[in-house]
C-alpha cells in the first residue's frame, strides 16, 4: 500500500451534522431547479416578476454550484 492512502478502516465516516448538510444541500438545489422551471415557463416580457423570480432562482443555483465546487 502506498503512503499517501488511507486505509479503509481508518477513514472517518460523515458526522450527523454533516449528513444533515448534505441532504439539506441537495434538497434546497431540487427545490431552486424546481421553482427555476415554473419561473422560465410562467416568464414573459410583459410579466417582469417571473422573470425576476428566474433571476434569483438561477443565481442561487450558481451560488450553490460555487460553494460545491
Do not use: C
Not at 419561473?39 to 417571473?50: E, L, V
Request: aromatic share 8%; charged share 10%.
Amino acid at each position: 500500500m502506498a503512503d499517501n492512502q488511507t486505509p479503509p478502516e481508518a477513514q472517518e465516516k460523515l458526522t450527523r451534522l454533516e449528513v444533515i448538510s448534505v441532504f439539506s444541500t441537495v434538497g434546497l438545489t431540487i427545490a431552486l431547479m424546481i421553482f427555476a422551471g415554473i419561473s422560465g415557463s410562467r416568464y414573459s416580457p410583459g410579466n417582469a416578476q417571473w422573470g425576476l423570480y428566474l433571476a434569483a432562482t438561477v443565481g442561487a443555483l450558481g451560488g450553490l454550484t460555487h460553494e460545491i465546487a
